[in-house]
């Protein structure tokens, strides 16, 4: 019997063949913790009694959730954060370097084949440049700060193949809630969630990274894609890798637990309603509801393809007058580029407030935070309840594209309307 991608990765870091089912204590190539996670992690590996980390080049924090500090608590977080990076040699991004899932592919971190943990859960998005990488918790970080290993059951995979061709107005945003809304947020528990098809071919990197990053949405382990001749220029690009590529494909007999296909060629711009990422509906079936804050950014959609579709959008366009647009490159380097295209002139131009990179509306640890009854839209990934800092709010998912047209309207719009030919 063939393997899936899950299970060969996790073979060659077990140095042993593996199946679907078996337990394995692996290495790790690399492993990470944010300012909402590193502290324990800090903590749990001073218990241990261990004097260095396992190695100091596999291992960074992101100061990414709280950035700049909006109260002295987080302060005392990020001065522990700056002191232990300081005394054990390891990476630290610090305030205004970006979130966590885009910095980290962006400075060379990743590979394809690679195994990768990360303290947060959005991890699985490195899976669109065909590595295996997982959120896990603070102390099962800590374990692998220690020894450079940790245990893993291997996955069941799923084959999902996304034929057709987008339409105006319709991005990887809008795929990856129609694949959440089919399959629920269940729907792939603990699963390895290979992508394929057309569609995924055809899409940029950045488009991809999207997609993997709400695999976990779905409630999957994993959510990965082949490498390509896109991901070697992209890590060329970003991290000046251009040696040692090597993809890992699964094999044709592989064994997949559930298959299953979408074709795209109608697919419509979707929004996800409260209070969960698989209550999908259409936008253009939503427009009856006002809104008072947009928010652009996160590790989902805050790219420099993002930011470029809403510079298009806005362009000589004002922002609805009783909406607070938020933009957020999701990168120090995002933020640079942006600059320079005139990105970031358009958004100011047009009325929105543009702020650190960062995840504080996100997250809603600041820069954003609702009021009771606000409602807000959002290219995020997440709309549970209080997760933009205000359990009695009320948030929709939807593609930048998406997000932009409503924050002209005042109210959840179709952004094929917007849209210049």
């Known amino acids: 019997m063939g393997k899936t991608i899950a299970e060969k990765i996790l073979s060659s870091h077990a140095g042993t063949e593996l199946k679907a089912g078996d337990i394995a204590i692996c290495k790790v190539d690399f492993c990470f913790g944010q300012d909402g996670t590193s502290s324990l992690i800090i903590d749990s590996f001073k218990k241990s009694g261990r004097k260095k980390v396992f190695s100091p080049s596999k291992f960074c924090m992101v100061i990414d959730h709280s950035a700049p500090s909006p109260n002295v608590g987080v302060s005392e977080i990020h001065k522990k954060m700056r002191d232990f990076a300081r005394s054990e040699k ?39 440049l065909n590595a295996l990488s997982t959120g896990v918790g603070s102390t099962d970080l800590a374990m692998t700060l220690i020894s450079g290993k940790n245990w893993f059951r291997v996955p069941e ?19 990856a809630l129609r694949i959440i809304g089919d399959l629920g947020a269940n729907g792939c528990t603990y699963n390895s969630v290979e992508f394929y098809g057309p569609v995924i071919r055809r899409l940029s990197v950045e488009a991809r990274l999207t997609i993997s990053n709400m695999a976990v949405e779905m ?23 251009n040696k040692g590529i090597e993809g890992v494909t699964a094999d044709k007999d592989a064994k997949y637990v559930k298959i299953k296909g979408y074709d795209i060629s109608s697919l419509e711009p979707l929004v996800a309603k409260p209070h969960a990422v698989d209550n999908v509906a259409p936008a253009m079936d939503l427009s009856s509801i006002r809104i008072d804050e947009a928010f652009i950014g996160t590790c989902t959609n805050g790219r420099l393809e993002d930011l470029k579709i809403v510079s298009e959008i ?58 009771n009854g606000e409602v807000a839209i959002s290219s995020a990934n ?8 205000n359990p009695d709010s009320f948030i929709y998912l939807a593609s930048p594209a998406t997000v932009c047209a409503s924050a002209l309207e005042g109210k959840i719009s179709d952004p094929r309307n917007h849209i210049r030919v």
Request: aromatic residues 6%.
């Open 90 to 128: 390891v990476g630290l991004y610090d305030i205004g370097e970006g979130v966590c899932h885009v910095v980290i592919p962006e400075r060379g971190h990743v590979r394809p084949g690679s195994l990768i943990l990360g303290a947060d859960s959005h991890t699985c998005t490195y899976g669109a």
């Open 157 to 175: 995979s799923v084959k999902i193949t996304v034929n057709g061709i987008l339409r105006k107005g319709v991005y990887s945003k809008d795929v």
């Open 219 to 241: 409630g999957a382990k994993f959510g990965v894609m082949e490498a390509d001749a896109k991901v070697a220029a992209y890590l060329n690009e970003n991290a000046k890798i």
């Open 314 to 371: 806005l362009k000589n366009r004002k922002i609805h007058k009783r909406v607070r647009c938020i933009i957020a490159p999701a990168s120090k380097r995002i933020f640079s580029e942006a600059v320079k295209r005139g990105y970031i002139k358009t958004f100011i131009d047009a009325g929105c407030v543009v702020v650190s990179p960062g995840c504080g509306p996100c997250v809603g640890t600041h820069e954003g935070i609702l009021a």
């Open 382 to 389: 997440r709309n549970f309840k209080g997760r933009m800092g």
